[in-house]
């Protein structure tokens, strides 16, 4: 394709909204700056430039197939974080910032937090945001895709977290032995039988592994939830992103794991979705009096 960006960007435009895609302008300003090399800002400068844009109809078609964006673009923006994105993981998402935001409200003497666990890594949003929140912390990241670890721990590098992370292959817990101050996972939790009705970005995109939570969706959470106890050092916050609607499961993991009752944070669409935990009975059944923006009952 050749023009200036404003006919790129309007062909763009129409292709996307042919494909029936929310936002279709945003995002094909955004597919042609790709195309270009160029910042997406820069464009709003120069709009008579006349461009060679030849990969932008392979992009286009791509997006057209409901390819996620992130996955073009090979980017997303997390937590303020610029991350490299892949086929390997999910893309992070604006609700998962929630996990971060409770940890936050949890524990707000950001010097206190010196071990991080981050379970189910993918891109390493999470563990690198809590690096940036808890500046004497290092942290460890597991996955289980040893391409999602190669990924986390080349975001890490990229962002100069690197000396302050590490990150392993392995099945959730099973191979951690030591305690953390913060345990944070956002595990598979769609239901198997739901998956191939989710949206096409997702369900014919991301990988199956980390959204396939078994029959139920709470497959991940009972081997996670009964990690907790070994892994939570003294005073230790677990902090677990929720599908919609399983609140009161995976609490009742929770109780059954010996953990006093949680707290909930919700997110900015007013779902539960972030279950804090601690460890420490007493410390941990203060918290679950606390709403931290989603009434708590007491059981």
């Known amino acids: ?48 430039t006349v461009h060679d844009a030849p990969l932008l109809p392979a992009l286009l078609a791509r997006r057209a197939a409901r390819e996620p964006l992130a996955l073009i673009l090979g980017r997303r923006e997390f937590w303020s974080l610029d991350l490299a994105v892949s086929a390997a993981t999910l893309v992070p998402r604006p609700e998962t910032e929630t996990l971060i935001e409770a940890a936050l409200a949890a ?17 390493g949003c999470l563990l690198l945001a809590a690096l940036g929140e808890f500046p004497a912390a290092w942290g460890l990241g597991v996955d289980l895709a040893p391409a999602a670890a190669a990924l986390a721990a080349a975001n890490a590098a990229r962002l100069g977290l690197a000396p302050r992370a590490a990150f392993l292959c392995a099945d959730w817990a099973a191979s951690i032995a030591g305690r953390f101050d913060l345990v944070l996972a956002n595990p598979p939790y769609i239901e198997s039988a739901a998956i191939a ?28 939830v009964a990690s907790l106890p070994r892994l939570l050092g003294p005073g230790g916050v677990a902090v677990l992103e929720l599908g919609q609607g399983q609140a009161d499961a995976v609490a009742g993991l929770a109780r059954e794991a010996g953990l006093a009752a949680p707290a909930l944070r919700a997110d900015l669409a007013g779902i539960p979705r972030a279950l804090i935990l601690e460890g420490d009975p007493p410390a941990a059944a203060a918290l679950g009096k606390k709403t931290f923006g989603v009434a708590v009952r007491d059981e």
């Open 107 to 123: 524990r707000p003497d950001r010097g206190a937090v010196r071990r991080i666990l981050d379970l189910g890594t993918g891109t």
């Open 197 to 224: 009705g989710l949206m096409p970005e997702v369900a014919r995109h991301e990988p199956r592994r980390a959204l396939d939570g078994g029959a139920d969706g709470l497959d991940a959470y009972r081997r996670i």
């Open 1 to 48: 394709m050749r023009g200036t960006t404003g006919a790129l960007i309007g062909q763009a435009r129409a292709a996307l909204a042919a494909a029936r895609i929310e936002s279709a302008g945003l995002e094909a300003r955004l597919l042609v700056a790709h195309a270009l090399g160029l910042e997406p800002a820069s464009l709003l400068l120069g709009s008579e």
